[in-house]
């Protein structure tokens, strides 16, 4: 555990950790987790920034508006994102800066990358290495008292900024398998993956951003539609941490997914607990966005004042009441 941020691990200490992530032991897995996050950030690349200009004279460009989806390239390229809330809350500093969006999608390619760095993407590429992770992953440690652990997310974050999609394709089966059961460990660790490929694709191009969001689409949608009540806290501090500190035009395909009728009116019946649940959900959403959240406030108030408010179950009406503090609030 003793590594420095500006002194590169050795190879050998690389290989250890890495092999150790699959170690019998959970306590060595632990300690291995841990310092593996800590080399995938000592790999991290610095993204160039440039002035924005010209100054912007209002924020209303930077409200989250679900009617506008970034779905082709020039859009996406054209779109300067901002990811820190408190830009533009009041005013632009000047000068402004943000991120190079030419030259912030470009990664090491290869041939380019470090011993260590080329040690880690053999490893995660790897079908057996990577099953033999995500079974020790989605075990059961304490009953009843397992949570979203953040060290787990930070690693998977580290992995997909640096490396980009690169095994996307030996993991998805590996989450709709966990997401589909019922087994409250395999959900905790699909969403502790789904926030680190979300979190990690802040500078992914176009190509890795539409392949991302075309294959967790259907997952995010099972899970809003079976998520339990030993789940429901994992998830909400997975969605929590997906749209904190983020630019939430990048997602807005999460969201509308989230106000597509949670509540169901006329469409289905479903258990009070499953629509306080979609409530929760959207909420851990909206809250990150602070100020960048009216247009979506106000299309939730909308839906709820329409024949939602004397809602026949308890738990959904308190689940109401958040929404309209929240919208005095703000």
């Not at 987790?33 to 800590?38: C, G, H, K, P, R």
């Not at 994992?234 to 969201?255: H, K, P, Q, Y």
Request: net charge neutral; glycine share 4%; with cysteine.
């Amino acid at each position: 555990m003793l590594i420095r941020h500006d002194i590169p691990l050795p190879v050998s200490a690389v290989n250890l950790i890495a092999k150790n992530l699959i170690h019998d032991t959970l306590y060595i897995r632990k300690i291995s987790i841990a310092s593996f996050s800590a080399v995938l950030k000592q790999q991290k690349l610095i993204h160039p920034k440039i002035e924005l200009k010209p100054l912007p004279t209002d924020n209303l460009w930077l409200q989250t508006d679900v009617s506008v989806d970034i779905s082709n390239e020039t859009e996406f390229n054209s779109t300067t994102f901002i990811d820190k809330p408190h830009v533009g809350f009041y005013c632009f500093s000047n000068p402004s800066l943000v991120y190079d969006k030419k030259l912030s999608s470009m990664r090491k390619t290869i041939d380019d990358y470090s011993q260590s760095e080329l040690l880690i993407y053999e490893k995660f590429s790897n079908k057996e290495f990577l099953n033999q992770f995500l079974t020790y992953l989605s075990l059961e440690e304490n009953k009843g008292k397992d949570k979203f652990s953040a060290k787990r997310f930070q690693l998977w974050k580290g992995l997909f900024r640096n490396f980009g999609s690169f095994n996307i394709e030996l993991l998805l089966p590996k989450i709709s398998e966990f997401v589909a059961g019922t087994q409250e460990s395999a959900h905790r660790c699909a969403s502790e993956i789904i926030a680190g490929f979300l979190r990690g694709s802040k500078h992914w191009g176009f190509d890795e951003f539409a392949k991302l969001k075309s294959s967790l689409e259907p997952i995010i949608k099972q899970v809003f539609s079976n998520i339990t009540s030993e789940t429901l806290a994992d998830w909400g501090t997975c969605i929590a941490t997906i749209f904190e500190n983020r630019d939430a035009r990048r997602l807005t395909w999460i969201l509308k997914i989230y106000l597509d009728d949670p509540l169901k009116e006329g469409a289905e019946i479903l258990s009070s607990f499953l629509q306080a649940s979609r409530l929760y959900l959207l909420h851990g959403a909206v809250q990150q966005q602070e100020w960048r959240s009216q247009k979506i406030l106000q299309q939730l108030l909308n839906y709820l004042e329409d024949n939602h408010l004397t809602h026949s179950y308890q738990n959904v009406r308190e689940r109401i009441g958040r929404y309209d503090i929240h919208c005095i609030l703000f």
